[in-house]
T-cell receptor, first 113, second 114 residues
Framework: DAKTTQPPSMDCAEGRAANLPCNHSTISGNEYVYWYRQIHSQGPQYIIHGLKNNETNEMASLIITEDRKSSTLILPHATLRDTAVYYCISSPKGSSNTGKLIFGQGTTLQVKP | DAGVTQSPTHLIKTRGQQVTLRCSPISGHKSVSWYQQVLGQGPQFIFQ???????GRGNFPDRFSARQFPNYSSELNVNALLLGDSALYLC?????????????FGPGTRLTVL
């Protein structure tokens, strides 16, 4: 079973910021938070990951609470092409990891014109 | 640069048959993982290989097997197909070691079992 919980669906207006929450209250100290998204009929796409500091890349920003029990993925200016299922995953990194990503149901983000 | 490639794109089989799915990772990536995605669900982890050795296995029956070749490409084999094996099979590659979780997925193989 997935160790994270996400709302099943969200809407966002095109051009506005999309804020996708994720709860990972049982996260271990050595586990990172990863975000992937899956656009219809395609394979999942890696977005970003972080441990405890906020992270930003060309796709999104990741805000992790100080207690690490939750995080928010921010798409600063959502476009119609950002419509997808977004998955939040917690997993250890490094030699203790076996590359096993546990996907939950994710959040279906619908960006509307 | 070429991404992860998978073949075939679509496949139709009947119950009891065997199937082999193929995956070519991104150049330089040494780790390959396989996932099964049933309609309406998130991907489920099947196997992970690094440097030709199995490093992780999900909760799938022994009918599922895989291997990785010296060029890091991989095959997933499923024997004695059941109707419930109908799914999208995804292959993902990563550099390996500390980067296992930053996986790059292929477009998948859509398997239909009749």
């Amino acid at each position: 079973d997935a160790k994270t919980t996400q709302p099943p669906s969200m809407d966002c207006a095109e051009g506005r910021a999309a804020n996708l929450p994720c709860n990972h209250s049982t996260i271990s100290g050595n586990e990172y938070v990863y975000w992937y998204r899956q656009i219809h009929s395609q394979g999942p796409q890696y977005i970003i990951h972080g441990l405890k500091n906020n992270e930003t890349n060309e796709m999104a920003s990741l805000i992790i609470t100080e207690d690490r029990k939750s995080s928010t993925l921010i798409l600063p200016h959502a476009t119609l092409r950002d419509t997808a299922v977004y998955y939040c995953i917690s997993s250890p990194k490094g030699s203790s990891n076996t590359g096993k990503l546990i996907f939950g149901q994710g959040t279906t983000l619908q960006v509307k014109p | 640069d070429a991404g992860v490639t998978q073949s075939p794109t679509h496949l139709i089989k009947t119950r009891g048959q065997q199937v082999t799915l193929r995956c070519s990772p991104i150049s330089g990536h040494k780790s390959v993982s396989w996932y099964q995605q049933v309609l309406g669900q998130g991907p489920q982890f099947i196997f992970q290989y690094y440097e030709k050795e199995e490093r992780g296995r999900g909760n799938f029956p022994d009918r599922f097997s895989a291997r990785q070749f010296p060029n890091y490409s991989s095959e997933l084999n499923v024997n004695a197909l059941l109707l419930g094996d109908s799914a999208l099979y995804l292959c993902a590659s990563s550099l390996g070691l500390v980067s296992y979780n930053e996986q790059f997925f292929g477009p998948g193989t859509r398997l239909t079992v009749l």
